[in-house]
């Protein structure tokens, strides 16, 4: 029987479940009278949630990224959404889907591939297209750039992550350059395809997502320029000023020293793309945090919980109008299915020890 997803669990407020997640996170904390617990965060495909358990003795040891079986009990703390764990233990792989616990891009992973390439075999400068197609034609960086995500936790983290949003990111790119004369589209495409290049080496990503240890010390910046350079040096004949410029798109992009850029934004391109790059994942964090909020069965017109990315709740807009003014006759965005109330019954997973 299918165990509860985390998506889900909005319909057992108040209940007891039974269910598989894998542990992202585990701290030892203490509570005011000095006892230890445990404070978690549980993952699955479908989201993360915090978790508590009170009674850590005897309790099986396990790691961050094992996957766990659980029974808790789902409720709110500070009107959000929580889980008491009764019992945990390592699950057993059989026990298991690993499918159910990695999060991947809701888009075609062969149709992101196929738009990727396009957008290459576009481009007018060769020297730009050939930059480009040395990392297609790479067998390693292709395989890890049909799989990583762009981030381990904010902004498109999920299997196929950085596919996506860099397919998305040439896309607003290639609409902007065309209002800018100033701006040199390929160039602009380059950096879009290649500012985030060193995530591929950055993360590593299994039952959940973390940093390599080269990614800790150096960063996906260094780490990308490294990468560039390589192929770089393998074509003969790049041109010394396009390099330059290349590589300021890359060293540039987060817009500023306090967010990890060592140079700010001094071409046309670098400048358009940080600020494009940052709207594609604000606005990823945002369609996130309104389908979460959908999930979760709140009405159109209540906001979301506090959005740390952003620094605000958010209001879905499209459902709130769609709730407040009717078109007749019309099929129009109205949210999802109704969200349905889970009876005790519907979770039918024995905990087994």
Known sequence: MKHPMIADLARYDGQEITGFFVAGSKQVRNRRDGAPYLALSLCDATGQLEARLWEADGVADFAAGDVVKIQAQVGRYQDKLQMVVKKLRPARPEEYDLGDFVPKTGRDVEELWAELNSFVASFADPDLQALLRAFLDDEEIAGALREAPAAKSMHHAWIGGLLEHVVSLLGICRITAQHYPEV???????????????????????????????????????????????????????????????????LSHHGRYEYGSPKLPMIPEAILLHYLDDMDAKMQTVRSE?????????????????????????????????????????VGYAGGEPVKTASESDNVLPFED
């Open 184 to 250: 040199n589209r390929d160039l602009l495409l380059t950096g879009a395809f290649l500012h985030d290049i060193g995530k591929l080496r950055e993360l590593r990503w299994g039952t959940s997502f973390d940093y390599t240890i080269e990614g800790q010390l150096l960063g996906h910046i260094t780490i990308g320029i490294g990468l560039i350079e390589k192929k770089i040096a393998a074509l003969p004949d790049f041109p010394e000023a396009k390099r330059i410029l290349v590589e300021h798109l890359v």
């Open 290 to 330: 309104l389908t979460r909020n959908e999930a979760a069965g709140r009405p159109a017109g209540q906001v979301t919980d506090w959005v740390r990315a952003l620094d605000r709740p958010l209001l879905d807009s499209k459902r709130y109008l769609a709730a407040n003014m009717p078109v007749p006759d019309e």
